[in-house]
């Protein structure tokens, strides 16, 4: 199969971020020529006059099925909403409202030009099977927690670990990992079944969250004597197959220890100021000591979108408010942070992240034809401070449309909302929560 | 001319925040029913199934024409983005261009669901013109500045303000006003023109910027003795019909002078946020001082969008990451500061801000039914926190349609989209300013 994606404006992410005029050829499930393409017979063209054309963009942390709780509890401080609206309702998940959960997931990545998920959440089986049936890129993990979870207690996590590593294991779009929650949440022991998993599955990712708030910065170091970092670090947990979540409380030494380490960040800047965490990335000393820093959404609930272009303008502006200087965080960073460093923070860079010949065909292409995208003078700068989600008509992954002029391939987009809707009905009456001031169906 | 907007789920904005699912009629230029409308033959029917029917949102503070500048200087402190790409570019201003930019801004607003818009630029006629020909709502200033502007020597000023202002008088779309521009670009002598101006045309609304940065607060006060708020005060500038722009580096006891003026403030976080001015509004003790404060873009040079849902979503994310407290700014305060709360800074409550029978037809329908707004539980919470700009699909100004299902119905979006690029190209050659790291066409 090849597909010729033509006249576009090809933003490649390649070393160079090379900006060409031109097309890009697929051929099976990656690309095969930038810019200038050989002549030859082809499968399938798309017109890309009046698009930019971008690697998939990658969320380098979410809970996909977490959508069905989008705007349930908003404007809560971070342990009321857990303690009245999150976990009363994930008390009742099953596996199907989890796969209906991640299903709109999928559909809103897809339309918003997001080819590459990085996630962790129960019933992971019911996640990988549905973006495998998507042909949405998914790193999933097998949680671990101190207590049960709505899927599986504390002491068959290990062997259900060891069967979804090996259910998954090599398949072409979804990549098993190992998500211990975090270090609040899991005991010495627990990491060092995880550390030993990781060893065994012959060095997968770990996926957790690290030093998200102040408390739980605090409460691990009370607990253990060490901060989180450390004590991912003395577990061997912190290392070049390692993704942390938030780092929005970690300190000018952590920052060095993360930069020996090779670990990577997810950056969730929207869920970090919705929960109200206080916390600031320390990015361009993080930069500094060349860590790799992604962008994520964090789930729906705390969002409450999954939108990566959302996503890069509060990174960009939040890191220039913060700091005082509007060099902070400049455009093209923070297009890297959405594509290529992702991909770098996955140990994937080899594969994903950039336009370039032999990487996996993940392409977006956005329309730009639109009054909020003219006058049209540096695609970059549009990126990350202009464009939205929406702006997305076609997308990619591994050679295959997903989206194709604005039309759902994979998914029957009628069908996925509608059962999400209805799923998040039943959770929400079945746990008794009523959302917001204004409960209201249309 | 009666309009019917037939099964939405109307957002009222109303003193009870009443959501009411049902129908609005539209008789001439205002609201003839909510809810429960009357039988009876009607000129058109807008189908408003799947859809929020809310007042259009208000742009309380914004320079229309900086469309032409969207992207031209990111990531630049804030003297050399004025010094390198700003200034250079507007010296070549005409009203031409000016018209061009505008005509842009509107487009885009109508499609964001703006429907009103406070602005402040040079050549305010040609703003005037194309929000009038476009069929917009605006308050338009007629600038005061101690130099030169692209159109105007400083000792014409007072007799342009005059003129404008007869011109516009009485109009039913454009309301004129008074700019002094800022107090560290206004002398005593200007702004006391300003006051006896305002005396003069019976109490018409004054719109300046006001303690924006910091160094701008130290240099009014080493230059005049007053911080800016004062230095308004002390020339009759602050009362009922004062709108302040920025407001991010205000004392408490500021905050108490403006609850006691009646003044309101153009909240502007996204601009505020790009250019790192470091501020942050005091948004809570303003609300409790009972300040009006409504949701400004500024420029789209700064921003660099005009979408106010994405100003509403940081201005509510802003505050809780500020505050560490996620109950700041809830949802609901928030869409009241795009709507109701702008009208009141305006003085225009009593015909703008809420739909409600005897008030101006300024109605804006969103189209909920798509991935990133499923499940809807909260309306008000998705209005803030998830729909974009592109959910929009029908908007109406005084009863007319600007946008209709999609289609704009006033302006011919490919020709404004054409003439403001090559505007903006003719702009940027004439000034010799090259924009950000890659300058592409497409």
Redesign the interface.
């Known amino acids: 199969m090849r597909t010729l994606i033509r006249d576009?404006?090809l933003l490649t992410q390649n070393a160079q971020?090379d900006?060409v005029?031109g097309s890009l050829l697929i051929e099976g499930d990656r690309i095969a020529a930038v810019g200038e393409v050989p002549e030859g017979p082809v499968d399938r063209v798309i017109d890309a006059r009046?698009?930019?054309v971008i690697p998939g963009l990658i969320n380098l942390h979410t809970h996909l099925p977490m959508?069905?709780l989008?705007?349930?509890g908003?404007?809560?401080?971070?342990e009321e909403?857990l303690r009245t609206r999150i976990w009363p309702v994930e008390a009742h998940l099953t596996a199907a409202e989890v796969k209906a959960g991640a299903r709109?997931a999928l559909?809103?990545m897809i339309?918003?030009g997001t080819t590459c998920f990085n996630d962790m959440y129960f019933f992971a089986d019911a996640v990988a099977e549905a973006a495998a049936e998507a042909g949405v890129r998914g790193f999933v993990a097998s949680v671990f927690l101190d207590f049960p979870t709505p899927e599986l207690t504390p002491d068959r996590m290990e062997s259900e670990a060891r069967r979804f590593h090996a259910r998954w294991a090599g398949h072409p779009l979804i990549t098993p990992t190992l998500g211990p929650h975090a270090t609040y949440t899991c005991s010495d022991k627990t990491l060092q079944t995880v550390a030993r998993l990781q060893q065994e599955f012959g060095g997968c990712l770990v996926h957790t969250h690290c030093s998200e708030t102040r408390t739980e910065v605090y409460d691990v170091e009370a607990k253990t004597g060490h901060r989180p970092v450390a004590q991912l670090a003395r577990h061997g947990l912190l290392g070049e197959r390692t993704v942390l979540a938030h780092c929005g409380w970690i300190t000018k030494e952590e920052v060095r220890a993360l930069g020996a380490s090779g670990a990577g960040i997810a950056h969730c800047p929207?869920s970090?100021?919705?929960?109200?965490?206080?916390g600031w990335l320390p990015l361009p000393e993080l930069w500094e000591a060349k860590v790799a820093v992604g962008t994520g959404t964090d789930g729906a609930a705390s969002?409450?979108?999954?939108?990566l272009f959302?996503t890069m303008?509060?990174m960009?502006?939040?890191q220039?408010?913060h700091?005082?200087?509007?060099?902070?965080?400049?455009?093209?960073r923070v297009f890297d942070a959405a594509t290529r460093e992702g991909a770098r923070a996955l140990g994937a860079l080899d594969r994903l992240g950039s336009l370039e010949v032999g990487k996996q065909a993940d392409v977006v292409l956005i329309d730009?034809?639109?009054?909020?995208l003219?006058?049209?003078?540096?695609?970059?700068?549009?990126l990350v401070?202009?464009v939205?989600?929406?702006?997305v008509r076609t997308v990619l992954v591994a050679g295959k449309p997903l989206l194709l002029e604005g039309r759902f391939e994979t998914l029957d987009?009628a069908k996925?909302?509608a059962e999400?809707?209805a799923a998040?009905?039943a959770l929400?009456q079945k746990a008794g929560v009523r959302?917001?001031?204004?409960?209201?169906?249309?």
Chains 1, 2 share one sequence.
């Open positions: 576009g404006l971020r900006i005029r009046g698009h930019l959508t069905l989008r705007g349930v908003d404007d809560l401080p971070l909403w709109l559909l809103e339309a918003g929207v970090n100021f919705k929960l109200a965490t206080g969002n409450n979108t999954l939108s959302e303008k509060f960009a502006l939040g220039k408010q700091r005082w200087d509007a060099r902070v965080a400049p455009a093209q730009v034809r639109k009054p909020h003219t006058p049209l003078t540096d695609p970059v700068s549009h401070y202009a939205g989600a929406q702006d987009a996925v909302m999400a809707q998040a009905e929400l959302p917001g001031a204004a409960q209201q169906g249309i």
